[in-house]
């Protein structure tokens, strides 16, 4: 039981260059959910998934975009990297909808040069 | 206001202490608060959570206390921890059932 896994773990692009971002559970969550982690800013939630099929914007959603796969899988897509993206990338899933209890994965950093 | 806000930034407390992180509301449609811990490298993990109908909630050597009239919630580290060194954050759950995490404050203690 591998909870939430999150490929790459590092990645370094240059501006303009585009990347997805993978995430998978395989606790049978329904709700899952990507955030960005910066120094002094806590985690800023960019897009969520109540469940397979819908997706939706959270407080930071510009410059990326997302696709609920499957009921396992969740990505996240910069289509052009600009410096401000740099940062950690957290994928999440819950239980169910609105649920406190979070388990997140390890974490992508991000650097765009 | 969908913000929470979270004190200290950071907190340097001796082997044996009391660690306190202090977190402020203005929101009253939240209706859970959650406070989640992250040592480095690694994504954050469910600490303990709260109701607001609760004012007190203990967990081992961790307990929340919950002050509905001032908006405020704190975590108490109990007996502090080389092994407690790690980044907390609160969180309060919105009327949109998704989570406002605060800043987070992390917590260096030392034996």
């Known amino acids: 039981n591998a909870g939430v896994t999150q490929t790459p773990k590092f990645q370094v692009l240059k501006t303009g260059q585009s990347m997805t971002l993978q995430c998978a559970q395989d606790m049978n969550h329904n709700s899952m959910y990507w955030y960005r982690q910066d120094p002094g800013m806590g985690l800023r939630l960019i897009y969520y998934s109540a469940s397979e099929g819908t997706t939706d914007k959270g407080e930071v959603p510009n410059g990326y975009n997302v696709s609920r796969l499957n009921k396992r899988e969740f990505s996240l897509r910069l289509e052009s990297a600009a410096p401000s993206q740099t940062s950690v990338y957290f994928c999440?899933?819950?239980?169910?909808?609105?649920?406190?209890?979070?388990?997140f994965g390890p974490g992508t950093r991000l650097t765009v040069t | 206001q969908q913000q929470v806000k979270q004190s200290p930034q950071s907190l340097i407390v001796q082997k044996g202490g009391i660690s306190i992180i202090n977190c402020a509301y203005e929101?009253?449609?939240?209706?859970?608060f959650p406070w989640y811990q992250q040592f480095p490298g690694k994504g954050p993990a469910l600490l303990i959570a709260i109701r607001p109908d609760v004012s007190e909630k203990k967990e081992g050597r961790f307990t929340i206390s919950f002050n509905k009239s001032a908006k405020q919630f704190s975590l108490h580290i109990m007996d502090s921890q080389p092994g407690d060194s790690a980044t907390y954050f609160c969180?309060?759950?919105?009327?949109?059932?998704?989570?406002?995490f605060g800043t987070g404050t992390r917590l260096q203690v030392f034996p």
């Open positions: 999440a899933s819950s239980g169910r909808q609105g649920g406190y209890e979070q388990y």
């Open positions: 969180a309060a759950r919105g009327p949109t059932d998704k989570l406002i």
């Open positions: 929101n009253t449609a939240f209706d859970y």
